[in-house]
C-alpha cells in the first residue's frame, strides 16, 4: 500500500538540509524564507506517518528506507536547532551591542515623544526675566 512516507521524509530531510545550510552561513533571512517550504514539508510528513499508521504499518521492504530516513531526520532536525538557536544568539548580540551604542552616538539615552517615535533632543534656550516694573 503506497502511503508516501518515504518520499514525504526525504522533501522534509531536503528542506531541512537547505534551510541548514542558510543558517550555516548565517544568512537569516534566506532561511527565514524558507520557513513555508519547512512547515509544508513537515505537515505533508506527518499526513503521511498517519496514513501508514491507518493503513497498519509499513511494508517489509519499506522498514528499511523508513528507518534510514528517520535517522536522517533526527540528525538534521537536531543540527537545525542547534543552528537555530545560534542564529538567534547572534542576533541578540547584535542587537545588545546596537543597544548600548546607540545612546553613544546620539548624545544620550533615546527620547520618545507622545507617538511613541524617537524624538531629537531639544536644546533649552536659556531665558532671562526681570522682576523691575
Known amino acids: 500500500m503506497e502511503h508516501g ?7 522534509l530531510a531536503e528542506a531541512l538540509a537547505e534551510e ?7 544568512d537569516l533571512a534566506r532561511a527565514a524564507g524558507m520557513l513555508a517550504r519547512k512547515s509544508a514539508a513537515a505537515a505533508a510528513f506527518a499526513a503521511a506517518v498517519e496514513r501508514a499508521r491507518h493503513a497498519g504499518g509499513l511494508l517489509a521492504d519499506q522498514q528499511r528506507s523508513a528507518a534510514l530516513a528517520g535517522t536522517r531526520l533526527r540528525e538534521l532536525g537536531a543540527e537545525n536547532r542547534r543552528l537555530l538557536e545560534h542564529g538567534l544568539h547572534l542576533q541578540g548580540r547584535v542587537l545588545a551591542a546596537i ?6 552616538a546620539t548624545g544620550g539615552p533615546p527620547r520618545y515623544g507622545a507617538s511613541g517615535s524617537l524624538t531629537q533632543a531639544r536644546r533649552v534656550q ?4 526681570s522682576a523691575r516694573a
Request: aromatic share 0%; proline share 8%.
Open 20 to 26: 541548514n545550510a542558510a543558517l550555516t552561513a548565517l
Open 99 to 104: 543597544a548600548k551604542a546607540l545612546p553613544k
Open 126 to 129: 536659556p531665558i532671562t526675566l
Open 5 to 11: 512516507l518515504i518520499e514525504a521524509a526525504e522533501a
